[in-house]
Nanobody
Framework: QVQLAESGGGLVQAGGSLRLSCAAS????????MGWFRQAPGKEREFVAA????????DYVDSVKGRFTISRDNGKNTVSLQMNSLKPEDTAVYYC????????????????????WGQGTQVTVSS
C-alpha cells in the first residue's frame, strides 16, 4: 500500500499563495488517481481537486476553480496543489488522498472512492 505525507501548509495573508505537496512512499504514485480534500473548523471534509492517473484530466470544486491547480510528477512520486489568490474561507486542514480507481482517465471526487489518506497539513489564510 502507499503512504502519503503532505507538506507546504502555513499561514498566509489573503491574496497570497501556497503550494502543497503530497509525497508518496511504499508504491509509485503513478498507480493511483489522486485528490485533495479539506476540512475547515466545525465543517465536514470536502472535495477540493482531483487528477487522473493519466494526469490529463482534473476537476475542482467550484469555489477554487481558476485559483487552484492540481498537478502530478510521477517521476518524483509527488502530487501538488498550487493555491493562488487565497481567501480566509480557504482556511482548513488539507488532505491528500489516493485511489485505486480502475479508470486510467478517471477523476474521483467522492471521499468514499479513496483508499489511502495522508495526515493533513494546516493552511491558515488571514484577512
Amino acid at each position: 500500500q502507499v503512504q502519503l505525507a503532505e507538506s507546504g501548509g502555513g499561514l498566509v495573508q489573503a491574496g497570497g499563495s501556497l503550494r502543497l505537496s503530497c509525497a508518496a512512499s511504499g508504491r509509485t504514485v503513478g498507480t493511483y488517481a489522486m485528490g485533495w480534500f479539506r476540512q475547515a473548523p466545525g465543517k465536514e471534509r470536502e472535495f477540493v481537486a482531483a487528477i487522473s492517473r493519466s494526469g490529463g484530466n482534473s476537476d475542482y470544486v467550484d469555489s477554487v476553480k481558476g485559483r487552484f491547480t492540481i498537478s502530478r510528477d510521477n517521476g518524483k512520486n509527488t502530487v501538488s496543489l498550487q493555491m493562488n489568490s487565497l481567501k480566509p474561507e480557504d482556511t482548513a486542514v488539507y488532505y491528500c488522498a489516493a485511489t485505486l480507481g480502475s479508470n486510467y482517465f478517471g477523476v474521483y471526487v467522492r471521499q468514499t472512492e479513496y483508499h489511502y489518506w495522508g495526515q493533513g497539513t494546516q493552511v491558515t489564510v488571514s484577512s
